[in-house]
């Protein structure tokens, strides 16, 4: 959602109150989310958790039968924080007023067992300190079959790469840096 007066979007989900939790219902709640630039990933990428988690438990089971309990109180907790994401505003313009020089591309990448991912920011310096924006995330679910942490978080440093090439090819600013950040020794060696 744009709000063109304080130039801020915003999301809005679709989580209907039901009764019962289905595969159906869920999958349909998750995919109302229109999040292209990665803004919520981190909740999308949960919701896609829980989705994986209901195939692995009942592959075969009905689009309409209810979920098991355990994942039920999942996607409970997570149905709070789609809520949270409808009252979250961003700034939509990514430069702020009065920057002193151009900005830093900051870009943290990591993995986990569950799923990888790579975030980009933009950090201006100001009168009173410094700005950041997010400029995109990215995010996927690890495969269901376990590969080590240190592959994963591979997969998220090349996530990183490949965001960094998208924002810089698409976007017009000239960066004085790019950075990239990682908290495994692993991708740090390479």
């Known amino acids: 959602l744009w709000e063109p007066k304080e130039d801020t979007i915003g999301n809005r989900s679709k989580v209907i109150e039901e009764e019962r939790a289905t595969k159906r219902s869920i999958l349909s709640a998750t ?42 109180k999942e996607w409970d907790k997570l149905k709070v924080e ?21 900005p830093m591309l900051v870009i943290f990448s990591d993995g986990s067992n569950l799923a990888y991912g790579a975030v980009a920011y933009m950090r201006w310096e100001v009168v009173e300190g410094f700005v950041c924006r997010i400029v995109s995330a990215k995010s996927r679910v690890a495969p269901i079959k376990i590969i080590d942490i240190v592959r994963l978080e591979l997969c ?33 060696a390479m």
Not at 36 to 57: D, F, H, M
């Open 31 to 72: 995919n109302t989310i229109f999040d292209p630039l990665g803004l919520v990933a981190p909740v999308t990428v949960n919701a896609k958790i829980i989705l994986r988690q209901i195939w692995a438990e009942s592959p075969k089971g009905g689009w309409d039968e209810e979920i098991p309990c355990k994942i039920k």
């Open 82 to 102: 789609l809520a949270v994401i409808d009252q979250m505003v961003i700034p939509r313009a990514l430069t702020p007023e009065m920057p002193k020089k151009p």
């Open 156 to 188: 998220g440093a090349v996530l990183g790469v490949r965001l960094r090439n998208s924002i810089t090819k698409e976007i017009g600013f000239k960066f004085e840096r790019i950075m990239h950040l990682v908290d495994s020794e692993i991708v740090n």
